[in-house]
């Protein structure tokens, strides 16, 4: 069965600091993963996505890692800020189908 | 258009009525797909869409879900006879999918409509 975890649940850390968000997946026959936020009560926003070719993908201050041979993909946010609190969701598409699996995601809080 | 529109924002419906929820695609865009976010929970996969076509509709609740993309009409989900459980925010996401020439790179990305939250009394 395809399925997608994320650890932590939830986070808290103090404005600066560098955190990473882990994200592991079953089967490694994957056609892309994304990374997404999402503020309360607000739809997702597309924070990056790696096709299952590449090792790894960077915006600004993001920068997500994947290894498909042990199932897992981090995303890494350097020096945290408050507005960086949201929930961070993980979603790995299959090759196969059009199908997209969620993680159930990490909250995020950044304290200032 | 350059945002997935969805359309209502809310939606109230005693059990047993029907609703309907509209989904616009960003222009260009040939893949459509439908979300199910209940209580803040987990996404669940509905179905996807690659124009008009069905693509996967395996987390479809086929007995009272239904979905439709038509050429030069928005995409719609609809449910017959709503139960209580069906209370949940639906997002619809599109995407271009496949290797973009003129970028050089994958566009694969789904863009994530605003959602319409449905409250079944």
């Known amino acids: 069965k395809q399925e997608v975890t994320q650890i932590p649940a939830a986070l808290s850390v103090p404005e600066g600091e560098n955190l990473v968000l882990n994200c592991s997946f079953t089967?490694?026959?994957?056609?892309?993963l994304q990374w997404f936020r999402q503020d309360p009560g607000k739809g997702l926003t597309s924070l990056l996505l790696i096709q299952s070719s590449q090792r790894e993908q960077t915006s600004g201050r993001l920068n997500a890692s994947l290894d498909k041979s042990s199932g897992r993909s981090t995303l890494y946010i350097a020096a945290s800020q408050p507005g960086d609190s949201a929930t961070y969701l993980c979603?790995?598409?299959?090759?196969?189908?059009?199908?997209?699996?969620f993680g159930a995601g990490t909250r995020l809080f950044v304290k200032a | 258009g350059e945002e997935v529109a969805q359309t209502p924002k809310h939606l109230v419906r005693g059990e047993g009525q029907k609703a309907k929820l509209y989904c616009a695609p960003i222009?260009?865009?040939?893949?459509v797909f439908w979300y199910q976010q209940v209580l803040k929970n987990e996404f669940k996969f509905l179905i996807s869409f690659q124009n008009e076509n069905v693509f996967d509709e395996t987390g479809m609740p086929k007995e009272r879900f239904s979905a439709k993309c038509l050429p030069n009409s928005p995409c719609s989900l609809e449910i017959q006879a709503t139960k209580l459980e069906d209370s949940a925010v639906y997002f619809c996401a599109s995407s271009h999918r496949g290797y973009a020439l003129s970028a050089e790179q994958f566009r694969n990305e789904q863009f994530f409509g605003p959602g319409t939250r449905l409250t079944v009394l």
């Open positions: 089967d490694s026959a994957i056609y892309n």
């Open positions: 222009k260009g865009h040939s893949y």
């Open positions: 979603a790995v598409e299959w090759t196969g189908g059009f199908k997209t699996i």
